[in-house]
């Protein structure tokens, strides 16, 4: 739960390798739902640069305008907004661009909101019956950027990393952060040109070899 709020809500979703989507196995999802409103509804959103601050603003006005049109686009298509949803714009918050974390329940695969980045504290949970159906709603995007499984099964997490269609594979970790020396790209509509754009990998990219045969005893 922890991960999902940390990667969801903790750069406001303004980071390429934000959680958005949450996909969740229905045995638990009723539970899960709960823990994560509650997690959500808990966050201090304000000024980041004040102690205990949990979650800033938006970039800017329109950004925050995305945002809010997301949780419209998702209502009209039928998701369940379990929390948030609203501008925050009372006291300090009325000079910046805030709002409150958002969570929306009963997402289905076609809604936009599972297949485009809002890149704002919104939350797509979405049910699934197993293993099986949480990979194919997870890869049926044509984006793949970074992806996270948490799970204590090992068997499934070494499935999940080979299977999965992106270019960052956490498991048990948050979505968000990377090792600045190791390569960093994504596939399918994720990826650029050049691929990996850190680590061994960049430097390959950007390197052009030239063999050189050099005889010293003519």
């Known amino acids: 739960m922890s991960l999902v709020i940390r990667a969801g809500f903790g750069l406001t979703g303004q ?11 229905r045995p638990v999802a009723d539970e899960f739902a709960a823990r994560l409103v509650a997690r959500a509804r808990a966050l201090t959103v304000g000024n980041g640069l004040k102690p205990g601050v949990q979650m800033g603003p938006a970039v800017n006005e329109a950004q925050l305008r995305t945002d809010l049109d997301y949780v419209q686009i998702a209502r009209d298509e039928g998701a369940r907004l ?12 009325a000079h910046g661009w805030f709002m409150e974390p958002t969570v929306f329940g ?12 809002v890149f704002g504290p919104v939350l797509a949970m979405l049910t699934v019956g197993d293993f099986e159906e949480a990979l194919a709603v997870a890869n049926g995007v044509d984006v793949g950027l ?18 999965i269609e992106a270019g960052v594979v956490k498991i048990n970790q948050i979505s968000t952060g990377l090792a600045l020396q190791a390569p960093f790209g994504g596939v399918k509509q994720s990826s ?6 850190q680590g061994a990998g960049a430097i ?9 045969y050099l005889d010293w005893t003519g």
Do not use: N
Request: net charge negative; aromatic share 6%; with cysteine.
């Open 15 to 25: 980071a390429c390798t934000a959680t958005s989507r949450v996909i969740v196995e």
């Open 82 to 93: 379990l929390c948030g949803g609203q501008r925050l714009d009372e006291g300090d918050l």
């Open 106 to 117: 009963e997402v289905t695969p076609g809604m936009r909101l599972a297949r485009e980045e």
């Open 146 to 163: 970074s992806a996270a499984l948490v799970t204590r099964d090992l068997k499934r997490a070494m499935q999940y990393a080979e299977r």
């Open 192 to 197: 650029t040109d050049s691929f990996k754009e």
């Open 204 to 212: 390959e990219f950007y390197s052009r070899l030239k063999t050189v």
